[in-house]
C-alpha cells in the first residue's frame, strides 16, 4: 500500500529531490508547507497536495488526518527546512504520528539527539536522516575492501569545493548559529562518509577556520585525515564560470583517488527505499558525524606542518 508524505520546506532547492523519491517509490504527498509561495514545483508532481505557508496551519491539518481513517493520515514527514528549525519539525513528525525522514545535517548541536531520543520512545515513531553517501555504490564497495583490508594507518585527503556566490553570506546558511557553519552546511556528509568508513574519532585538529573556508586534521581509528572546505571559487584547480562545473570533490586513499563522481542522481531515492524498507538510517548513525562537527565548530585553531596544501596556501 502506498504511503501519505507530507513535505515541510517544499521550495527550497534539496525539496525537489526528495519529491521525486516519494513519487518514484510509489507513494504520495498529500500536504507541504514553505513560508514562501513559489512551489510551482508541486505541480509536476500532483495537483491534490494540500499547501500550507504556515508551520502551523500545517500542524492543525496533521492532527486532523491523524484522527481520521488510516489511509488519509500522514505516514511519513519529510524534512527540508533551514537546518536550525530541524529537531523543531522533527518534533513535530513524530507528535502527529509520523516517521520523519531528516535533510543532513539532522540536528547542529548533539544534544539535541537526546530529546530527540526521548520522543521516540514515547511516541513510538522513528526519525531517520538523509546519508546518501552510504548507499553510494562505489562507496559501498570501497568499505567492503577497506574492511576487509587489514595494515598500518591509512593516510587520507578530503577536499570539497563548491562554489557559493554572496547570496550564501546573506541567506541563513551564512549565520553559523543557523546553519552550522561550513564543516556543518557543507562538511556533514563528507564527515559521515570518513567515520563510516574508518571508524570512531580520535582526535580532531583545526588548521583553518573561515566563513567561506575551514581545513583540519582528523585521526580515526584507521585512519589519518586532512581535509579543506570551502565554498569560494577561488578554491577551484580550474576556473569557474556561472552556469559551468563550479564543484571539484577529491578523496585520496594511500595516495589513490576515489573514484565516485557519478552515481549521484538516485541517492535520495535509495535513501527512501531504504528507509521504507525498515534500514533506514536513524539517530544513532548520524550521533559519530554531529558530533564531529560540533567538535570542529567548538576546536581551537592551531597551525600545523600537516594542514591541508589548500590550507597553507590560504593562510600564505
Same mark, same amino acid.
Given at each position: 500500500?502506498?504511503?501519505?508524505?507530507?513535505?515541510?520546506? %517544499? !521550495?527550497?532547492?534539496?525539496?525537489?529531490?526528495?519529491?521525486?523519491?516519494? *513519487? /518514484?517509490?510509489?507513494?504520495?504527498?498529500?500536504?507541504?508547507? /514553505?513560508?514562501? @509561495?513559489?512551489?510551482?514545483?508541486? @505541480?509536476?508532481?500532483?495537483? =491534490?497536495?494540500?499547501?500550507?505557508?504556515?508551520?502551523? +496551519?500545517? =500542524? *492543525?491539518?496533521? $492532527?486532523?488526518?491523524?484522527?481520521?481513517?488510516?489511509?488519509? *493520515? %500522514?505516514?511519513?514527514?519529510?524534512?527540508?527546512?533551514?537546518?536550525?528549525?530541524? @529537531?523543531?519539525?522533527?518534533?513535530?513528525?513524530?507528535?502527529?504520528?509520523? @516517521?520523519?525522514?531528516?535533510?543532513?545535517?539532522?540536528?547542529?548541536?548533539?544534544?539535541?539527539?537526546?530529546?530527540?531520543?526521548?520522543?521516540?520512545?514515547?511516541?513510538?515513531?522513528? %526519525?531517520?536522516?538523509?546519508?546518501?553517501?552510504?548507499?553510494?555504490?562505489? &562507496?559501498?564497495?570501497?568499505?567492503?575492501?577497506?574492511?576487509?583490508?587489514?595494515?598500518?594507518?591509512?593516510?587520507? $585527503?578530503?577536499?570539497?569545493?563548491?562554489?557559493?556566490?554572496?547570496?550564501?553570506?546573506?541567506?541563513?546558511?551564512?549565520?553559523?548559529?543557523?546553519?552550522? !557553519?561550513?564543516?556543518?552546511?557543507?562538511?556533514?556528509?563528507?564527515?559521515?562518509?570518513?567515520?563510516?568508513?574508518?571508524?570512531?574519532?580520535?582526535?580532531? $585538529?583545526?588548521?583553518?577556520?573561515?566563513? +567561506?573556508?575551514?581545513? !583540519?586534521?582528523?585521526?580515526?581509528? +584507521?585512519?589519518?585525515?586532512?581535509?579543506?572546505?570551502?565554498? /569560494?571559487?577561488?578554491?577551484?584547480?580550474?576556473?569557474?564560470?556561472?552556469?559551468?562545473?563550479?564543484?571539484?570533490?577529491?578523496?585520496?586513499? /594511500?595516495?589513490?583517488?576515489?573514484?565516485?563522481?557519478? !552515481?549521484?542522481?538516485?541517492?535520495?531515492?535509495?535513501?527512501?527505499?531504504?528507509? &521504507?524498507?525498515?534500514?533506514?538510517?536513524?539517530?544513532? =548513525?548520524? *550521533?559519530?558525524?554531529? $558530533?564531529?562537527?560540533?567538535?570542529?565548530?567548538?576546536?581551537?585553531?592551531?597551525?600545523?606542518? =600537516?594542514?591541508?596544501?589548500?590550507?597553507?596556501?590560504?593562510?600564505?
Amino acid at each position: 500500500m502506498s504511503k501519505n508524505f507530507a513535505v515541510i520546506g %517544499v !521550495g527550497g532547492y534539496i525539496a525537489p529531490r526528495h519529491l521525486k523519491a516519494i *513519487r /518514484d517509490t510509489g507513494n504520495r504527498v498529500v500536504a507541504a508547507a /514553505d513560508p514562501k @509561495d513559489s512551489v510551482g514545483v508541486l @505541480d509536476q508532481f500532483s495537483f =491534490d497536495t494540500r499547501f500550507f505557508t504556515e508551520i502551523e +496551519r500545517l =500542524d *492543525r491539518h496533521l $492532527e486532523k488526518l491523524r484522527r481520521g481513517a488510516e489511509e488519509q *493520515r %500522514v505516514h511519513y514527514l519529510t524534512v527540508c527546512s533551514p537546518n536550525y528549525l530541524h @529537531d523543531a519539525h522533527c518534533r513535530l513528525g513524530l507528535r502527529v504520528g509520523a @516517521d520523519v525522514l531528516c535533510e543532513k545535517p539532522l540536528v547542529i548541536n548533539p544534544w539535541n539527539l537526546d530529546s530527540l531520543e526521548a520522543l521516540e520512545q514515547e511516541t513510538g515513531r522513528r %526519525v531517520f536522516t538523509v546519508l546518501q553517501l552510504r548507499v553510494h555504490p562505489k &562507496l559501498v564497495e570501497l568499505r567492503e575492501q577497506l574492511s576487509a583490508k587489514q595494515g598500518p594507518e591509512h593516510q587520507v $585527503e578530503l577536499t570539497y569545493v563548491t562554489s557559493r556566490g554572496n547570496w550564501y553570506d546573506v541567506s541563513w546558511k551564512g549565520v553559523a548559529e543557523k546553519s552550522g !557553519g561550513i564543516p556543518t552546511n557543507i562538511g556533514i556528509h563528507f564527515f559521515d562518509l570518513l567515520v563510516w568508513l574508518f571508524g570512531p574519532v580520535k582526535g580532531v $585538529e583545526v588548521h583553518l577556520f573561515e566563513p +567561506r573556508r575551514c581545513s !583540519g586534521l582528523l585521526r580515526l581509528e +584507521r585512519a589519518q585525515v586532512r581535509w579543506f572546505l570551502s565554498i /569560494d571559487n577561488a578554491d577551484l584547480p580550474f576556473t569557474a564560470e556561472p552556469g559551468k562545473k563550479t564543484t571539484h570533490r577529491s578523496i585520496t586513499v /594511500d595516495g589513490r583517488e576515489v573514484e565516485f563522481s557519478e !552515481g549521484f542522481t538516485d541517492l535520495h531515492t535509495r535513501v527512501y527505499e531504504e528507509m &521504507l524498507a525498515g534500514r533506514g538510517f536513524g539517530i544513532s =548513525d548520524a *550521533r559519530g558525524s554531529i $558530533e564531529l562537527v560540533h567538535r570542529i565548530r567548538t576546536a581551537a585553531v592551531t597551525h600545523s606542518v =600537516d594542514a591541508h596544501p589548500l590550507a597553507r596556501k590560504a593562510k600564505s
